[in-house]
């Protein structure tokens, strides 16, 4: 019972899921925290693989959940740090990579909506990477341009 309740923190992030607009929320935050910190390219891969971990046992276990219950947030924190992954420290990069997942994520384009027709935790979750790597992508061609 008490292990329940502790996955249904962490997929949530704190109860950040309950509030409308949630994985917004939980971007930004995350977007916020990680310029101010100055996360380096391991701490920022460390912290990834860490949250991917804990997040994909704790959706998977919580059984509080219905499929991609927008009370999940654990997914779009994910998605954010795969966006922002190995990428040059700057205002402008973190903001676009915001608003790029962000989009990506919400009006899911080209092949990300497919990602939802896996089943389980891994389609609860490939969405958010996908839309994490696409934003990423997008910044590293708008970097390589200019």
Known sequence: MIFKKIYHIIASCFYIGNIKG????????????????????????????????LSSISIEYAGSFKGDDSKIVADELIGM????????????????????FRYMDIAKPLFIRKS?????????????????????ALLRIVIWIL
């Open 81 to 100: 740090i795969v966006s922002l992954l190995f990428l040059p420290h700057s205002v402008f990069i973190f903001a676009s990579a915001f608003i790029l």
């Open 22 to 53: 949630g994985g917004t929320i939980v971007s930004l935050l995350f977007c916020l925290i990680a310029y101010f910190m100055r996360f380096g390219d391991i701490q920022m891969f460390l912290i990834f693989s860490n949250v991917l971990l």
């Open 116 to 136: 939802e027709n896996i089943k389980g935790t891994a389609g609860i979750i490939m969405d958010d990477i996908i839309s994490g790597i696409a934003a990423n």
